[in-house]
C-alpha cells in the first residue's frame, strides 16, 4: 500500500518536472543565419548586395591582410617593425616569402585570401538565387542592381586573387561544389574571368536604370547605374593594367592597351572614396602607414621628388649627413601639402638604417584625426593615368600627354596639385612613361592597396628578390593536400615568380643590420597595435 | 518553475499522508575521548535508516526510533565515526574519538550518496573548513590552491576580482573550455567563482579524473569542483553561533620582484664625461635653448640619436626613474563578516554578511569590491519531510586598470618601455592635466601609464543570485525522494569611458581625443530541475546505496554591446551625448539539456567496494543527429587490512576505476553561421555539423590508501586518460565560402601520478604538529589530428603561435627557433670551407664567430635545415616535471602557526616582456656597465637575440619557484578560557597575521613564474579558446597580501 503510493509519488512528481523543461530542440542559434536563411527572402538579398563592396574594402585595406607588405616591399613606404610582415618582406637583401602555415605572419595573405572567396561566395550564392533559382526582387532594376552588385563583387575579389597571388580557384554559380573538381588555374585566368564578370556589371548598368543604396558606398556621393558602370570600367583597366608580372609581360602585348583604353575612357570622373565611420567602413592599411612611429615615406619617392636628396637614409645614421639634415626642397607643391619632415625617425637602429627616412605622409591626417573622412581607394587620376598610359602604349602621346596635362575633361593632378610644368608638346614616349610613373606614386599615395608594387613589378623595378606574386597560402594547401612552394630570395631570382630587377642600380647592400637568416625569416610582432 | 512549485507541494502532501510506525525513545550524551568533554552537535542516526538527530548543547540528545532499530550511528566531523548496538537499552552514551587521518570524513560528490572517504573507489579530494579558515582566501578558486594533488590552481592574473584558473589533472581539451564544472550547494555556476566569499564555505570537494567525474557526464571532462556551504544544522540543538570576523592588511608588489631594466643606453653623449643635468644630452641631437626637466616631448628638438661607437649600453643617462615604483602602490584590503546561525528543533539557519575589498597595486585604480549576503535554511516540514534553501545574492564592482589594452600590454607595457630620465608626475604642458602624456621624447609609442590611468575607466559591476531549493521526503527508512530546484543568475554591467579631451597622439603629435564610450550588459539566468531517489537498503552484509535522477538544465544568456565615439561635452559618460557613430550588437544563447542517470554502490562487509553508474546526457549543444550520449563507470576497491592485520599498518585500501565524461561543444559549434557586417549576414564563418559530438575523455585510475604507525597517511593514484572526438575548428578550402567546420577531429592523452603524504607528528597535550604533503606529475600527449597542425597560444600580438598542436606532440609545448649553444651542434649545417674552428661558444653558452666576442659581429647562430632555413621546433615544455605542496600546522598551547609552500619544478614559461624590453634594449642583461671589458657584449648582439620578436629559445625561461604561499599566526582563546571574562558572553577570540602569496623564490626574471593567459570568448575566433597558456606578456602581477585578522565568536 505504502509503496504503491510511493511509486504513484513519484511517477507523477517526474511527469510534471518533465512537462514543465523546454524540449531541446527549441533551441535555435539567434545570433548568426545559415545559408538558407541568409538567402530566403528576395527583399534580403537586396540588403546582402549592399554589404558586398564593404567586405571587399575592408580587406584590401587590413592591417592584418597584405596591403601593408606590398607596400613597404615596393619601397614606397618604410616600416621596419615585425607587424604584418613589414619587416621581413622588405630586409635588404630580399628573402623568399615564407609560406609556412607556421610563418608568425602567415595570416598576411591568408586572411586575404580568405576573405577576398568569401566576397565571391557571396556574391556567387546571390547571383545563384536570381539566376539559378530565378528570384526576382521587387522595384524596378533591383534585380539587375543587385546582380550589378554581384557581377562586381566576383569581378574585384577575383581579380585581387589574381593580381596577388600566383594561381587560384574560379567558382562562380556554373559550378557545383558537391560534385565538380574544382583545379587551382593560373592568374591569368583569375585576371581574365574577373573582366569578364566586371563585362557583365557593365551591360547590366548600361541596360537598365537603379541607384545603389547608400550604404554600398557611403559617403554622400550617389552612385547610379552609369557612375557605377565607370567604377567597373576603371576596376577592369585597373585589373588588365596592373596584372602583368614583369616588363615583357607588360610590353609584349599581354596586356590588350586599347581595351584598357576602353575601359578607361568609360572609366570615372570621380574620386571612389568610402566615407569612413570607424565601424564598418575603416582603413588600417591607412592607418598604421602614417600613425606617428608607424610607416614613413621611403626615401626612393623623397628622392624622386627631390633629385639633391639620396634615395637611401645615410649609413651612418645621422640626419646631419643628408643634405639640408634631410629637409627635402622641390617643384612639386605636393611635398609640402602630401609630406611631412620629420627630423627623427621612430625606428631601431639596430634594424638598419637603410629602413630610415626623414618624411612621412600626412595627406591622410584628417583621417587619424577624426576617422570619419572620405578613404581616398581610387583617385580619379588613377583612372586618367590608366587612359594616358593606355594612350602612350596604344600610339597616342599627344593624347597621353593633354591627360596628364589636365586638358578639360582631365584634371591632371600633376599640374593641379603638384604644379610642375607641363608635359611639352613633343615629350618622349620615355618622359611621356616616366610622367605617368611619377604621378602614380606621389598622387596615389596610400590610396589602392598595391598599386606601387603592381606598377613597379611591371617595369622590373621591384628589388632583386622581392616575390612578383604570391604563393596560395600554405594553411590552404595543407587543408587541400597540395605540396608548399613560394617565390622571393635573391637565389631565386628568376624574373617570372621573383624580381631580378630593382628600382635603382646603385641599390644598397644590406645595412649593418640585415636579414639574419639569410633567406627565409620567421619574425613575429614586435611593436603593439594602436587600436 | 511553475511545475518544480507543484512538484514540492506533492511531496509534502505525500509527505504528511507518511504513517508513522511503532516508536520507543533512546537517550544519551556523546564525550571526547581525549579530554572527557561533553560534544554538541554530533550527529545521531539509526543505522540504515534516515532517522536521526543532533546532540544538543550539553553534548546529549534524545531520539525516537522504531521498535525495530538496532544500532545508532554517532559521527561528527574529525571524530571516527561510531556504531553502537542498541540492545534492549534507553540509554546509549557514546565516545568519541579523534579521526586522525579523516577515514570518516563524509564524502558526498562524486558518488551515490554521503560516502566514508575510506570506503571511496574513486579520486574526491576534500578541503574542509578547518583549512579553508586558516589563511581564507579572497574567492573560492584561489582557497584550494596548493591543497589537493593532481589540482593546479594558478593565479594568471594578479587583477583583483579575477578567478584562478583551475586545472584538474591536466586539460583535456585543445580547444574548448579547461574549466572545471562548478557547483555550489547543487547550483551549477556558470559565471565566475571570484564571487563566492569563503568565509560561508563548509568544505570545497574536488571531482578528480573523467572516472569520478563520469556522474555529472558530458560537463564534466575537465573535472568537478562541488562547493558546500555552512549550515545552521552542524551546530548542537538549541545552539546560536554569532561569528564576526574581520581582516585588515595591504596589497603589495615587494619591489625586489620588480622587472630589472638597463639604467644606461648605447647612444653617444655630447659629453662622453658628462651625461647632462635637466637632461641626457645626447649627441647628434640639437636640443632647444629652454628645454628643461627630463626628456619630454618637445617639437624643436632635431636630429636623432647616433649609436656609440662601441655599441656597448653602458652609457649614463641623466638621471634614472624607476618608473614601476611611480605605478606601483600599497592597496588596502579587507574583509568584514559575521554570520549568524541558529539550530532549532524543526529548523535551522545561517545567515551571513561579508563586505570585502581588495584595491590591487596599481595607482589610480579601485581595484576589486563585494557584499554578499546568504542565508542557508532547513525546516523539517514533519519528521519525513525536510525542506532545504541556500541564497546566495551580492554585488560586486571591479575596476581595471585604465590603459589597459587587452591584447597589447597596455599600462604594464608603457611602465617598461619609458626611458628612466623621464618624470611621469609632470603635468601636460598642453592642457595642464596631471601626468605628461608624452613624457619621454625618444618612446615615440609609449605613454605615461599614469595618465592613462587617470583617464581612462573601467568598470565591471556583477550583480547576481545563487539558489537552491529544495524538498526531502525520507518516504521509508530505505528511500528518500529529492526535488531540486537551483539556479544562477547574474547581471554584468560593463562600462570603459575614455573621457573627451583626452590627449592622444596623432599622425603628427599630439590631439584630443573625443572621447569613446562602451557599455556592455550581460544577462544570465541558469537553472537546473533535478528529481532524484535515494535508495540504500541493507541485505545481510552487503550494503547497498543508490540514486537514480532525472536532471534538466536550462541556461539563457543574452547581452547587449553598445560602442560610441565622440561626446557632444566633457564628463558625460553617456551613450545619450554621444555624437558620431555608434555601434550595437546583440546575443542571446539557449542552451538545454536532459540528462538521466544512475549509480549503485555496494559495500560487502566494510571491505569490499565497488560501484556501476550509468548516465544519458542529451544536449541541444549536440549535432543534430548526435543528441545523446551515454556514460559510465565501473569502480572497486578492496580494503585489505580489513581482512590481514598487518603490523603497523591501520589501514590499506588499493582501488580501481574506468569511466567515461565528457564535454560539450561551444554553442555555436554545430551550426553553419554568417556573421553580420553593418546588419547584413556578409560573412560566410562555419559549415554547420550535425554529426558534432561531445569530446570524450576515457580513463583508468589505480590508487592506493595506507596509514601506517598512527602517525603517516599515504594516498598515491596513477590515472590515465584518452580523450577523444576533440572539438577542433577544422579550415576549410577558401573557395567553399565558409572558413571553418567544428568536427571531432582528434585526441589527447594524460597520464597522472599524484600522492598526499600527511603526518601526525607530534600530538602532545600543549604541542601538536601536523605535516601534509601533495605531489603531482602529469603529462600531456597530442595522440590524433585530423585535421593540418596548428599553431595555438594567447589571442593578440601574435602571441597565438607560440604553441603548436601536432600529433605526437606534448600538450603545452613551446614552437620556434633554437640558437645553437655548442659546435657539435653547429657542425650539420656548416657551410661547404667552413670550419668549426671558426666559431666558438660566447660567455652566454651561444655559438658565435670565433674572436666576434664584444663586437657587432657577435650574433647568436640559429639551428637550420638543409635549405639554410630555421628550424621550427619545441624549445620548451611548459609542463612542469611536478609538483609539491607542503603544508603544515603546529600549535603550542593557545598560539597556532601555520603555512603552506607549494613547489612548481621544471616547465617553462614564455617570457614575451623580456623580449620586448629587448627590443628598446631596456631588459637589464643589455646593461654592459657593471660588466668587464672583456664581458662586454653589444647592442647588435641583444637585437640578434630579440630577432624581431621572433619565438626562440632565449625567452624560454625555467618556471621553477617555491612560493610561501600562504601563512597564519594565530591567538585563540576557546569558551573555556573566556568563561570567566564578559560573563561567558565571547565563546572564542581568535587574533592574528595572514599571509597570502608572501614570498616567491626563483630565477625567473620576470614578476612572477606563476603567470599565464587565458584566452575567453571562443565562439568566433578562429583558434581562440578559452585555455590557459604559460606565457607571460604584461598581464597583472601577482601581488602579495599581508593583514591582521580578528574573529570573534558568540
Redesign the interface.
Known amino acids: 500500500m505504502?509503496n504503491k503510493?510511493?511509486i504513484f509519488?513519484?511517477l507523477?512528481?517526474?511527469l510534471?518536472?518533465?512537462?514543465?523543461?523546454?524540449?531541446?530542440?527549441?533551441?535555435?542559434?539567434?545570433?548568426?543565419?545559415?545559408?538558407v536563411t541568409?538567402l530566403a527572402s528576395p527583399e534580403d538579398l537586396l540588403?546582402?548586395s549592399?554589404?558586398?563592396i564593404?567586405?571587399w574594402f575592408?580587406t584590401t585595406q587590413e592591417y592584418d591582410c597584405i596591403a601593408l607588405a606590398l607596400w613597404v616591399a615596393a619601397d614606397h613606404g618604410t616600416c621596419s617593425w615585425?607587424n604584418a610582415a613589414m619587416?621581413?618582406i622588405s630586409v635588404e637583401p630580399r628573402g623568399a616569402w615564407n609560406n609556412?602555415?607556421?610563418y608568425?605572419?602567415a595570416n598576411t595573405s591568408r586572411e586575404f585570401?580568405?576573405r577576398l572567396?568569401?566576397v565571391?561566395?557571396?556574391s556567387?550564392?546571390i547571383i545563384s538565387q536570381l539566376i539559378n533559382e530565378g528570384v526576382v526582387i521587387e522595384g524596378e532594376g533591383q534585380t539587375e542592381m543587385v546582380e550589378a552588385i554581384c557581377r562586381f563583387g566576383q569581378g574585384i575579389s577575383l581579380g585581387y586573387l589574381g593580381l596577388v597571388f600566383d594561381q587560384g580557384?574560379i567558382?562562380d554559380e556554373t559550378v557545383n561544389?558537391e560534385t565538380d573538381e574544382?583545379l587551382a588555374v593560373p592568374y591569368q585566368d583569375l585576371i581574365a574571368a574577373s573582366i569578364g564578370y566586371l563585362d557583365k556589371c557593365i551591360e547590366i548598368c548600361d541596360n537598365n536604370t537603379f541607384t545603389l543604396p547608400a550604404?554600398a558606398i557611403p559617403g554622400g556621393m550617389v552612385y547610379d547605374q552609369t557612375e557605377f558602370a565607370k567604377l567597373a570600367n576603371s576596376f577592369a583597366a585597373r585589373l588588365m593594367v596592373y596584372a602583368a608580372r614583369n616588363k615583357a609581360d607588360n610590353e609584349n602585348k599581354s596586356t590588350d592597351w586599347t581595351k584598357v583604353k576602353d575601359y578607361a575612357s568609360k572609366g570615372i570622373d570621380f574620386t571612389f572614396e568610402p566615407l569612413a565611420?570607424?565601424?564598418?567602413w575603416y582603413s588600417t592599411y591607412q592607418t598604421y602607414s602614417?600613425?606617428?612611429?608607424w610607416g614613413q615615406v621611403d626615401m626612393r619617392v623623397i628622392h624622386m621628388m627631390d633629385p639633391n636628396m639620396p634615395d637611401y637614409f645615410p649609413a651612418?645614421?645621422?640626419?646631419?649627413d643628408l643634405p639640408n639634415?634631410g629637409v627635402a626642397t622641390s617643384d612639386d607643391s605636393r611635398l609640402l601639402s602630401d609630406f611631412?619632415y620629420?627630423?627623427?625617425?621612430?625606428f631601431?637602429?639596430?634594424?638598419g638604417y637603410y629602413q630610415f627616412s626623414s618624411y612621412?605622409y600626412?595627406r591622410?591626417?584628417d583621417y587619424?584625426?577624426?576617422?570619419?573622412e572620405p578613404m581616398p581607394e581610387m583617385r580619379q587620376a588613377e583612372n586618367e593615368l590608366l587612359l594616358a598610359e593606355a594612350e602612350l602604349r596604344t600610339g597616342n602621346l599627344q593624347g597621353a600627354i593633354d591627360i596628364i596635362n589636365g586638358e578639360p575633361p582631365y584634371v591632371g593632378s600633376r599640374v593641379v596639385r603638384g604644379e610642375l610644368d607641363l608635359l611639352p608638346a613633343g615629350a618622349t614616349f620615355q618622359e611621356i612613361e616616366d610622367a605617368i610613373f611619377y604621378e602614380r606614386t606621389i598622387e596615389l599615395f596610400l590610396t589602392g592597396c598595391g598599386i606601387p608594387f603592381f606598377d613597379m613589378r611591371r617595369k622590373d623595378m621591384l628589388q632583386k628578390g622581392t616575390p612578383l606574386h604570391f604563393p596560395i597560402p600554405g594553411?590552404?594547401l595543407?587543408?587541400?593536400l597540395m605540396p608548399q612552394y613560394t617565390f622571393g630570395g635573391v637565389a631565386n631570382a628568376d624574373g617570372i615568380g621573383t624580381s631580378n630587377g630593382g628600382w635603382n642600380a646603385k641599390s644598397k647592400a644590406a645595412g649593418?643590420?640585415g636579414s639574419?637568416?639569410?633567406?627565409?625569416?620567421?619574425?613575429?610582432?614586435?611593436?603593439?597595435?594602436i587600436k | 518553475m511553475r511545475k518544480f512549485t507543484i512538484f514540492l507541494m506533492l511531496i509534502l502532501f505525500i509527505g504528511l499522508q507518511a504513517l508513522q510506525a511503532q516508536t520507543k525513545v533512546i537517550t544519551g550524551k556523546v564525550t571526547g575521548s581525549e579530554d572527557g568533554k561533553t560534544i554538541p552537535g554530533v550527529s545521531v542516526v539509526v543505522k540504515g535508516t534516515t532517522v536521526g538527530i543532533t546532540t544538543d548543547l550539553n553534548g546529549e540528545y534524545s531520539l525516537t526510533v522504531p521498535e525495530d532499530a538496532k544500532v545508532l550511528v554517532f559521527s561528527f566531523v574529525g571524530m571516527k565515526t561510531q556504531e553502537i548496538e542498541i540492545g534492549t537499552s534507553t540509554v546509549v552514551n557514546a565516545i568519541m574519538e579523534p579521526d586522525i587521518f579523516k577515514l570518516d570524513e563524509v564524502i558526498v560528490a562524486g558518488v551515490a550518496s554521503g560516502t566514508q572517504r575510506k570506503k571511496l573507489t574513486v579520486s574526491v579530494s576534500k578541503v574542509g573548513s578547518e583549512a579553508l579558515e586558516e589563511v581564507p582566501a579572497i574567492n573560492a578558486a584561489s582557497a584550494i590552491q596548493g591543497k589537493m594533488a593532481g589540482v593546479r590552481v594558478t593565479n594568471n592574473t594578479g587583477a583583483p576580482g579575477q578567478s584562478a584558473t583551475i586545472l584538474i589533472r591536466g586539460a583535456t581539451s585543445l580547444m574548448g573550455s579547461q574549466n572545471p564544472l562548478y557547483i555550489v550547494d547543487g547550483t551549477i555556476i556558470e559565471g565566475t567563482l571570484a564571487d563566492i566569499n569563503v568565509d560561508d564555505i563548509e568544505s570545497i570537494e574536488v571531482v578528480k579524473g573523467a572516472s569520478a567525474s563520469a556522474l555529472y557526464g558530458s560537463r564534466a571532462g575537465n573535472g568537478v569542483v562541488v562547493i558546500t556551504t555552512k549550515r545552521g544544522e552542524t551546530l548542537a540543538e538549541g545552539e546560536t553561533r554569532v561569528t564576526i570576523r574581520n581582516e585588515f592588511g595591504i596589497n603589495q608588489i615587494p619591489k625586489e620582484r620588480y622587472i630589472s631594466l638597463s639604467e644606461h643606453h648605447n647612444y653617444k653623449l655630447k659629453d662622453p664625461s658628462n651625461p647632462g643635468n635637466l637632461y641626457t644630452d645626447f649627441a647628434g641631437v640639437t636640443f632647444p635653448a629652454d628645454y628643461t626637466g627630463g626628456t619630454r616631448y618637445d617639437n624643436s628638438i632635431t636630429g636623432g640619436l647616433i649609436l656609440a661607437d662601441d655599441h656597448y649600453a653602458d652609457n649614463p643617462y641623466a638621471y634614472i626613474n624607476d618608473q614601476q615604483d611611480e605605478m606601483f602602490r600599497n592597496g588596502a584590503f579587507y574583509t568584514n563578516y559575521i554570520s549568524v546561525a541558529n539550530n532549532s528543533k524543526n529548523t535551522n539557519l545561517l545567515v551571513s554578511f561579508e563586505n570585502s575589498t581588495e584595491e590591487g597595486v596599481i595607482e589610480l585604480t579601485d581595484g576589486y569590491d563585494r557584499q554578499n549576503f546568504r542565508i542557508n535554511v532547513d525546516h523539517w516540514l514533519s519528521k519525513k519531510l525536510k525542506l532545504s534553501a541556500s541564497q546566495l545574492v551580492g554585488k560586486s564592482s571591479t575596476n581595471s586598470p585604465g590603459g589597459q589594452f587587452m591584447r597589447t600590454g597596455g599600462i604594464f607595457f608603457d611602465v617598461l618601455f619609458l626611458w628612466p630620465d623621464c618624470d611621469l608626475n609632470r603635468p601636460n604642458e598642453q592642457n595642464g592635466q596631471p601626468y605628461d602624456v608624452d613624457p619621454s621624447f625618444w618612446n615615440v609609442n609609449e605613454d605615461n601609464p599614469l595618465y592613462a590611468l587617470s583617464q581612462i575607466k573601467r568598470e565591471e559591476l556583477r550583480n547576481y543570485m545563487i539558489g537552491s531549493y529544495s524538498g526531502n521526503w525520507y518516504a521509508t527508512d530505505w528511500a528518500i525522494i529529492e526535488g531540486k530546484f537551483a539556479y544562477d543568475r547574474r547581471n554584468t554591467h560593463y562600462t570603459e569611458w575614455t573621457p573627451k579631451g583626452m590627449l592622444e597622439r596623432g599622425g603628427s603629435g599630439l590631439q584630443e581625443d573625443k572621447g569613446y564610450y562602451r557599455v556592455y550588459d550581460e544577462d544570465l539566468f541558469s537553472y537546473t530541475g533535478q528529481f532524484t531517489l535515494h535508495l540504500q537498503k541493507k541485505f545481510n552484509d552487503l550494503s547497498t546505496k543508490a540514486k537514480l535522477s532525472y536532471l534538466y538544465e536550462d541556461y539563457q544568456m543574452s547581452n547587449s554591446d553598445v560602442v560610441g565615439y565622440d561626446f557632444s561635452v566633457k564628463n558625460m559618460p553617456s551613450l545619450t551625448a554621444i555624437t558620431g557613430a555608434k555601434s550595437t550588437e546583440s546575443e542571446i544563447q539557449d542552451i538545454i539539456s536532459n540528462n538521466i542517470f544512475g549509480i549503485f554502490q555496494f559495500d560487502y562487509l566494510g571491505k569490499y567496494l565497488a560501484d556501476v553508474m550509468i548516465r544519458y546526457d542529451g544536449s541541444s549543444l549536440f549535432g543534430e543527429n548526435e543528441k545523446w550520449h551515454p556514460y559510465y563507470r565501473i569502480s572497486a576497491g578492496y580494503r585489505i587490512s580489513e581482512d590481514f592485520s598487518l603490523p603497523g599498518i591501520q589501514e590499506l585500501k588499493v582501488r580501481a576505476a574506468y569511466g567515461t565524461s565528457g564535454q560539450r561543444p561551444g554553442f555555436y559549434a554545430q551550426y553553419e553561421t554568417y556573421i553580420f557586417e553593418n546588419g547584413q549576414p556578409v560573412l560566410a564563418n562555419t559549415m554547420g555539423n550535425k554529426d558534432l559530438k561531445p569530446s570524450r575523455s576515457t580513463e583508468f585510475e589505480v590508487g592506493l590508501n595506507v596509514d601506517f604507525l598512527d602517525k603517516f597517511s599515504l594516498e598515491y593514484v596513477y590515472a590515465k586518460t584518452n580523450t577523444d572526438d576533440q572539438i577542433m575548428l577544422a579550415p576549410l578550402p577558401a573557395y567553399y565560402g565558409f572558413k571553418y567546420q567544428w568536427q571531432n577531429a582528434a585526441a589527447l592523452e594524460s597520464k597522472v601520478n599524484e600522492a598526499t603524504f600527511t603526518a601526525r607528528l607530534i600530538q602532545k597535550d600543549k604541542f601538536k604538529w601536523t605535516s601534509s604533503i601533495i605531489y603531482d606529475r602529469i603529462r600531456q600527449t597530442v595522440t590524433e589530428l585530423d585535421i593540418p597542425p596548428f599553431q595555438t597560444g594567447p589571442i593578440g600580438q601574435d602571441a597565438d603561435q607560440v604553441f603548436f598542436i601536432r600529433e605526437g606532440e606534448v600538450f603545452g609545448m613551446i614552437y620556434g627557433s633554437y640558437f645553437l649553444r655548442s659546435l657539435d651542434e653547429l657542425a650539420p649545417q656548416l657551410a661547404v670551407g667552413d670550419e668549426l674552428s671558426n666559431y666558438e661558444v660566447n660567455s652566454d653558452g651561444y655559438v658565435v664567430a670565433a674572436g666576434s666576442q664584444g663586437t657587432v659581429n657577435e650574433k647568436p647562430i640559429k639551428l637550420l635545415d638543409e635549405n639554410g632555413n630555421s628550424v621550427k621546433q619545441e624549445i620548451g615544455n611548459t609542463n612542469p616535471d611536478f609538483r609539491f605542496g607542503f603544508a603544515n600546522n603546529l600549535s603550542y598551547k593557545n598560539v597556532s602557526l601555520y603555512f603552506l609552500f607549494d613547489w612548481s619544478y621544471g616547465g617553462d614559461v614564455y617570457n614575451r616582456t623580456k623580449q620586448w624590453l629587448y627590443r628598446d634594449l631596456r631588459h637589464i642583461d643589455v646593461d654592459q656597465f657593471d660588466k668587464e671589458p672583456n664581458e662586454k657584449k653589444t647592442t647588435d648582439y641583444y637585437s640578434a637575440l630579440y630577432d624581431v620578436n621572433d619565438v626562440n629559445s632565449h625567452f624560454v625561461e625555467d618556471a621553477t619557484y617555491v612560493k610561501l604561499r600562504e601563512l597564519s599566526i594565530y591567538y585563540t582563546l576557546g569558551r573555556d578560557k573566556l568563561s570567566g571574562f564578559a560573563n561567558g558572553f565571547f565563546k572564542g577570540i581568535k587574533i592574528g597575521l595572514v599571509g597570502r602569496n608572501l614570498l616567491t623564490f626563483t630565477n625567473y626574471t620576470g614578476y612572477d613564474p606563476e603567470v599565464g593567459q587565458v584566452n575567453d570568448n571562443a565562439s568566433n575566433t578562429y583558434y581562440g579558446t578559452s585555455q590557459f597558456f604559460k606565457f607571460d606578456a604584461y598581464g597583472y602581477p601577482n601581488y602579495r597580501t599581508i593583514s591582521g585578522s580578528l574573529t570573534l565568536t558568540f
Not at chain 1, 316 to 320: A, E, F, H, N, P
Not at chain 1, 348 to 351: H, I, N
Open positions: 505504502k503510493k510511493i509519488g513519484i507523477l512528481s517526474l510534471l518536472v518533465y512537462t514543465g523543461c523546454r524540449k531541446m530542440d527549441e533551441v535555435k542559434n539567434l545570433n548568426n543565419p545559415d545559408k541568409v540588403g546582402l549592399g554589404g558586398i564593404n567586405n575592408q615585425g619587416y621581413d609556412d602555415p607556421a608568425a605572419y585570401y580568405i572567396y568569401n565571391l561566395s557571396l556567387t550564392d580557384f567558382v561544389l574544382i550604404t565611420d570607424d565601424i564598418v602614417v600613425y606617428g612611429g651612418s645614421g645621422s640626419i646631419d639634415q611631412e620629420k627630423a627623427v625617425c621612430p631601431k637602429p639596430e634594424r612621412r600626412s591622410l591626417d587619424l584625426a577624426t576617422w570619419t594553411q590552404q595543407d587543408v587541400m649593418n643590420y639574419t637568416g639569410g633567406g627565409v625569416s620567421i619574425f613575429g610582432a614586435d611593436k603593439p597595435l
